[in-house]
């Protein structure tokens, strides 16, 4: 393993581990989705509280568990055929190498390079089993919402349960985020190069589309209505 190969390892660990307690920090002074998304997930859990009908409720946080299941099996499918790789031996390493376009100089680099990736969509499917478990919880949440006219009882139960669905939709989306880190641990392929500029590429993304996109502008706007309104 050359020198680069090792500095763009550390640089990528760095940011894989580094880069959830970052946003957190970046959040507090100037928002992201994520958090802006805390507020509108616990509006939601307030009017919810108060709704005499929750059937759309459940069907909106089903919704989304069904896409966490989806996801989680096609981390499977993926670790599946990546550990394949990894576990073929000889044959699998000598099948790679004779690709032109993959730098792999030996078979301990071949194995390092897949590991990582299998590390990183293990990493999000355990995230996603997580997420799956809390919105069942919430789900439970959900059904057990007694009907009452006392507002202060809504508004303290809604909230509560948002501490119960944020969690849940911080792991999904943490699931998620695995896909870009395993897409740049796969780039490790191509050589040290394509692997550090995956990385930085990934995370640049990722904080691009948390702060500057379309979306997150619309979020943190509908963030600011809702605060204004109490809710």
């Known amino acids: 393993m050359s020198t680069a190969d090792v500095v763009a390892f550390v640089i990528f660990a760095i940011i894989w581990l580094a880069y959830e307690p970052l946003l957190r920090v970046l959040a507090r002074d100037n928002g992201m989705i994520n958090t802006d998304m805390t507020v509108v997930r616990g509006a939601w859990m307030r009017t919810m509280a108060g709704r005499e009908n929750k059937f759309m409720d459940g069907q909106l946080l089903g ?12 981390n499977l499918i993926l670790i599946a055929g990546a550990a394949g790789v990894l576990f073929g031996g000889e044959g699998a390493f000598r099948s790679a190498s004779s690709l032109m376009v993959l730098k792999t100089s030996s078979r301990l680099l071949f194995e390092a390079q897949i590991a990582l990736m299998v590390l990183a969509l293990a990493r999000g ?18 059904g057990a919402t007694p009907t009452t006219d006392d507002k202060d ?11 119960v669905l944020n969690p849940a939709l911080s792991s999904f ?23 550090l500029t995956a990385t930085l590429a990934a995370v640049a993304l990722l904080f691009s589309r948390q702060r500057h996109s379309p979306t997150a502008r619309a979020i943190r706007e509908l963030r600011g209505v809702l605060e204004k309104r109490g809710d």
């Open 173 to 195: 989306n943490r699931g998620v985020r695995g896909y870009y880190f395993a897409l740049a641990a796969a780039a490790w392929l191509f050589g040290p190069a394509a692997f």
């Open 63 to 74: 919704h989304t568990l069904n896409s966490a299941s989806f996801f989680a099996s096609s």
């Open 125 to 142: 499917l355990l995230d996603f089993i997580w997420a799956i478990r809390q919105m069942n919880y919430c789900l439970a949440v959900i």
């Open 153 to 163: 009882f809504q508004r303290q139960y809604g909230s509560l349960a948002a501490q």
